[in-house]
């Protein structure tokens, strides 16, 4: 069982920065898979980033790719998503994710694949 809680959204400029964080409970958040949704007012939720168990491979939605980067430390429990050149149309509450099976290569982007949501953190760029 894994439980996940986000933090460090917020208000920003357009081309600023912000970095999430997802702190994950459970002794066996090292060998999943995680990644990062978003969604926007009116819009469905999106795949944003995903990361391997091993944190060796990630994976990218072509609209972040270049800006935000994905990364983990398996020691403290926590999968960050580092955003940077963010844009008004990246407005949106982001989720933390978990796979539903252990030893993910994360590659998998539906919704449906992850068994392990967090509650969100908003995050609002201004232009």
């Known amino acids: 069982q894994v439980q996940l809680v986000e933090s460090g959204g917020g208000l920003v400029q357009a081309g600023g920065s912000l970095r999430l964080s997802c702190a994950a409970s459970?002794?066996?958040?090292?060998?999943?898979?995680m990644g990062w949704f978003r969604q926007a007012p009116g819009k469905e939720r999106e795949f944003v980033a995903a990361?391997?168990?091993?944190?060796?491979?990630?994976n990218y939605a072509d609209s972040v790719k270049g800006r935000f980067t994905i990364s983990r430390d398996n020691a403290k429990n926590t999968v960050y998503l580092q955003m940077n050149s963010l844009k008004p149309e990246d407005t949106a509450i982001y989720y933390c994710?978990?796979?539903?099976?252990?030893?993910?290569?994360?590659?998998?982007?539906?919704?449906?694949?992850?068994?392990?949501w967090g509650p969100g953190t908003q995050v609002t760029v201004s232009s």
């Open positions: 459970g002794r066996t958040f090292r060998t999943y898979a």
């Open positions: 994710v978990a796979d539903k099976t252990p030893y993910g290569l994360g590659s998998k982007e539906g919704l449906n694949e992850y068994g392990y």
């Open positions: 990361i391997s168990w091993s944190g060796g491979t990630t």
